[in-house]
Nanobody, 125 residues
Framework: VQLQAFGGGLVQAGGSLRLSCVAS????????MGWFRQDPGKERTFVAA????????NIEESVKGRFTISRDNAKNTVYLQMDSLRPEDTAVYFC???????????????????WGQGTVVTVSS
């Protein structure tokens, strides 16, 4: 499975960005798709995930109410809509995929077998 993430950029605090992640796999509709982010020198942390078949969603508390995850199974694409961005949201954002995830592990980066290349989000104050 190949994942391609794009949509990052530079935005002022309070602004919005929408990240997209396109998967090459035709069985996309049976995957868990996740978004993680990583600051330089820090661990990669969970942001949000969606089960593409059921639409089950899990969102990290610090971004709940500001970030929305969604999917378009016809386009093999998952989106991360980021609103009310803050400087602390600055990071490299990665999308990830798993075809065999246990739902209780959805926020664990080790549960995902496939990763995209990352897209940089910079929020200026």
């Amino acid at each position: 499975v190949q994942l391609q993430a794009f949509g990052g950029g530079l935005v002022q605090a309070g602004g919005s960005l929408r990240l997209s992640c396109v998967a090459s796999e035709r069985t996309f509709s049976r995957f868990y798709m996740g978004w993680f982010r990583q600051d330089p020198g820090k661990e990669r942390t969970f942001v949000a995930a969606i089960e593409t078949r059921s639409g089950y969603i899990n969102i990290e508390e610090s971004v709940k109410g500001r970030f929305t995850i969604s999917r378009d199974n016809a386009k093999n694409t998952v989106y991360l809509q980021m609103d009310s961005l803050r400087p602390e949201d600055t990071a490299v954002y990665f999308c990830a995929a798993s075809s065999s995830l246990i739902r209780s592990a959805v926020a664990s980066r080790t549960a995902y077998a496939y990763w995209g290349q990352g897209t940089v989000v910079t929020v200026s104050s």
